[in-house]
């Protein structure tokens, strides 16, 4: 079982969607543009966020480095430090530091632990047993590296810097005890606390070492930054509500997202009212055309606004009119068409009963030939041969042999002239225009009618069916000039015009009226010529006659040359 072909979809409902769609599509774009661009302004604020964080990573760290720094220069040697020079420049560090708030000075474990040789402190004192107690302050002794550690309990870190013997043993270790909630580095922090976001700065383990804003809670939506610092394992983490960066441009999306319904019901409304005001007047023009289409051409278009609906409508008014007009025409043409056919009919049946006859006249021609000549001059062959075997001697059988010779060679001639009325070789041998000239010669000068052949063009390379075509058209000619023309002169002119090859036999004999012979008789007068155009016809040639009583006839021949007819 076929499925059922689709059915399309009417005018209306086209005109419907594409004004929906016209109005839609809009809104889709706006849609994605706007999400395009949240997006583009979430990036970048988050890049901002970042170039922020990092900025104040690299503004602690500088102050670190200054730290080191300064306290490796204020060290200087053992001697420095014997000679009391270290203590007093450690004294300036600690009071131009902006975070640092203590420097103690631990001497190695010389068997009863280590202990505090000097401190200076800032503001308030260090709790020496917790603070030698830690286990960074021994690795340090034995690694002899550089470090910073955080002081459990508290927001306090520490800067070590071992101090080396000539020999390279470390023997003491400067601690300086820095605070990162002093003001300076509260007034960087602040910085990165936008809005009623934070600023922190976490130590390795996630701890806060100081930290700035928050009063916001915390979100998933919130915009983070992060920036390690590079001297040590910290980070600055900055926090902002997503909805306090982006704000107006979500109040504008939100809108944009109630507004949208309201232009799709719009536009619903409006594709409505255009298909409805299209679709009326195309369904009257509908009712119209079904009554051409059923044939009932009498009812005129009803006029329609002047529109482009409206121009439809003439324009279908204008065809019924004009279609009306050829129908009546058709109908007239139809019967003298149909008297054209059976006037043609009756000439193709009369050209086929010319051709039935000229065939068997030409069969009963070629027989009688053979009977009177062929047969005869073969029979006194034979009895030649018969002679020639019965006599006594052979002189007379010699003179009987040459007479059978002659008999065969006229036999010969015979036979030979039979095929060149059949199939002359000449054509197939030499071409086409030796096998024209031979034609002249061959018709004419029995009848004692001179010709001239001029062949302007080089030997045709047309098909050889056209060519047998164009010969056999030629010989009716000249065999009519020969028979008919009374003519004592005959021109053959082969040339080349309009890309086809044109041949031209004239005569000057007493012509008649080509009129006369348009349409065949019943005595088969004029069934040469039909029969020529219809040879010429069939190749896509085509045959002209113009003859008068005074100027002769003159038949001419085209045949379309083509790229694959020329060679």
């Not at 499925?3 to 774009?29: E, M």
């Not at 289409?293 to 005129?300: I, R």
Request: proline share 5%; with cysteine; net charge negative.
């Amino acid at each position: 079982m076929n499925p059922s072909p689709r059915r399309p979809y009417s005018i209306r409902r086209r005109v419907a969607l594409l004004v929906g769609f016209g109005a839609l599509a809009p809104t889709l774009a706006a849609l994605l543009a706007m999400h395009s661009a949240f997006e583009d302004v979430s990036l970048h604020l988050l890049h901002e966020h970042q170039l922020l964080a990092h900025s104040l990573a690299l503004h602690f760290d500088y102050d670190l480095r200054e730290s080191q720094a300064g306290l490796l220069s204020a060290t200087g040697t053992l001697e420095d430090w014997a000679a009391g020079s270290a203590r007093r420049a450690l004294r300036v560090l600690l009071l131009r530091s902006p975070i640092l708030e203590a420097v103690v000075v631990i001497a190695r474990d010389t068997g009863q632990g280590h202990k505090v040789l000097w401190q200076e402190l800032r503001h308030q004192t260090v709790d020496e047993t917790t603070l030698l107690a830690l286990p960074e302050i021994g690795a340090a002794f034995v690694s002899g590296r550089q470090d910073v550690i955080r002081l459990g309990g508290t927001q306090r870190f520490a800067l070590l810097l071992p101090l080396r013997d000539p020999d390279g043993q470390v023997t003491n270790l400067v601690v300086a005890i820095a605070n990162p909630t002093v003001a300076p580095w509260l007034a960087v922090l602040g910085q990165g606390a936008l809005g009623s976001g934070t600023a922190s700065l976490l130590d390795d383990q996630g701890r806060v070492l100081a930290s700035l804003g928050g009063a916001a809670p915390e979100s998933r939506d919130d915009i983070v930054a992060a920036a390690p610092l590079a001297v040590v394992p910290w980070q600055v983490l900055l926090r902002q509500p997503r909805k306090e960066a982006l704000g107006p441009l979500d109040t504008q999306r939100t809108r944009l997202l109630v507004l949208s319904p309201l232009l799709i019901v719009l536009a619903v409304l409006f594709s409505w009212g255009a298909a409805h005001s299209v679709t009326e007047p195309l369904s009257a023009l509908n009712v119209a055309a079904r009554r051409i289409a059923d044939g009932n051409l009498e009812v005129a278009v009803p006029p329609q606004p002047d529109d482009e609906v409206g121009r439809l409508g003439r324009s279908l008014e204008t065809m019924r009119v004009a279609l009306k007009k050829s129908m009546d025409e058709l109908t007239q043409s139809h019967a003298v068409l149909e008297q054209r056919v059976e006037d043609r009919t009756h000439e193709l049946r009369l050209l086929l009963t010319k051709f039935v006859s000229a065939q068997e006249d030409e069969r009963r021609r070629i027989a009688r030939e053979l009977h009177d000549e062929a047969c005869q001059t073969v029979a006194a062959l034979g009895m030649k041969l018969d002679a020639a075997a019965a006599a006594p001697t052979f002189a007379d059988v010699r003179e009987q042999l040459k007479e059978a010779r002659a008999f065969a060679s006229r036999t010969l001639a015979e036979i030979h002239a039979l095929i060149y009325e059949l199939r002359p070789s000449v054509l197939d041998d030499l071409g086409l225009f030796p096998a024209i000239r031979w034609l002249a010669d061959h018709h004419l000068t029995p009848a004692g009618i001179g010709f001239r052949c001029e062949f302007s063009v080089p030997e045709s390379g047309l098909p050889s069916e056209h060519q047998t075509t164009l010969f056999r058209a030629i010989q009716e000619a000249i065999r009519n000039i020969a028979r008919h023309a009374g003519a004592t002169q005959v021109l053959i002119q082969v040339e080349e015009r309009e890309r086809a090859l044109q041949v031209e036999i004239e005569d000057d004999g007493h012509g008649f009226d080509p009129a006369s012979v348009n349409v065949p008789g019943p005595s088969g007068r004029g069934l040469g010529l039909l029969g020529m155009r219809e040879r010429m016809s069939a190749i896509g040639g085509s045959v002209e006659i113009i003859s008068s009583a005074e100027a002769g006839t003159r038949v001419v021949l085209r045949v379309p040359l083509n790229g694959e007819s020329r060679g």
